[in-house]
């Protein structure tokens, strides 16, 4: 089993895409968002954090694999930071997603929970982009 | 029954919301315990024909209440995964 990392640059994107992908499993598949900063007064801001990316590969590491699904921009690059930060062997089963952050976590999620590769889950999860919301 | 034929039934969507999220789920999760290929087309609205394993797939049927789902199955076990697709969809005692 995989585990999923969910990075937004806004917390409530965050935790809501957990909740929703979270609706979509069948066996437990270990999930956890990082969103948004703390600025110095202890208040949430718009913005992305490479350590709390990094702290939340490390709390939900499988031997399986982490995938990351990112929302934009900075979240990449804390996404990569974080990576880099971690030993080879774990980076190694680590993957950054080209999927949309909503539809690639509900499809993730899902793969995920019937147990297929990091490389399987991804390839189900970055198919999304290649679909038209509305059939005209 | 020969289960090694292909295999076909149609059900009404009958649910309020439609074919929504929860039970394209509930399908996927049916439709992998089966080894059969199966395979859904929405026969009211255009619609392409996909692989019921797939959540990102049956998203696509865009089915609402009331539309109604060709689902098709080729395998050896091809009439029971439909049975239980049935079972999920079109529950015995629920309106047609």
């Given at each position: 089993?995989i ?5 937004s ?10 909740r ?11 999930i ?20 709390a ?8 590491w ?9 929302d ?20 190694e ?17 899902l ?16 198919a999304?982009?290649?679909?038209d919301?509305?059939?005209r | ?7 076909t ?6 649910n309020?919301n ?20 199966i ?16 959540i ?21 076990d ?5 049975d ?7 529950p015995?005692?629920s309106?047609a």
């Amino acid at each position: 089993m995989i585990a999923l990392i969910i990075v937004s640059h806004c917390h409530d994107i965050a935790e809501g895409v957990c909740r929703l992908a979270g609706e979509m499993t069948q066996t437990p598949v270990p999930i956890a968002g990082v969103g948004g900063i703390v600025d110095e007064n202890g208040q949430r801001q718009i913005g992305t954090d490479a350590t709390a990316v990094l702290e939340a590969i490390e709390s939900c590491w499988r031997p399986a694999g982490v995938l990351i699904l990112v929302d934009l921009g900075s979240a990449i690059l804390s996404a990569e930071t974080a990576l880099e930060l971690l030993p080879d062997e774990q980076r190694e089963r680590c993957l950054i997603s080209n999927a949309p952050l909503v539809e690639g976590a509900v499809v993730a999620a899902l793969e995920a929970s019937l147990g297929h590769s990091l490389e399987d889950v991804n390839r189900a999860a970055e198919a999304v982009r290649n679909l038209d919301k509305v059939l005209r | 029954m020969d289960d090694a034929k292909p295999a076909t039934i149609t059900v009404t969507i009958s649910n309020p919301n439609g074919l929504h999220l929860r039970v394209g789920k509930e399908m996927v999760y049916i439709a992998n315990r089966f080894q059969a290929q199966i395979t859904a087309e929405n026969l009211t609205r255009p619609s392409p024909v996909v692989d019921v394993k797939s959540i990102l797939q049956i998203m696509q049927l865009q089915a609402r209440t009331g539309h109604t789902i060709r689902i098709s199955a080729d395998g050896p076990d091809a009439h029971a995964a439909l049975d239980a697709l049935r079972d999920l969809l079109a529950p015995a005692g629920s309106p047609a």
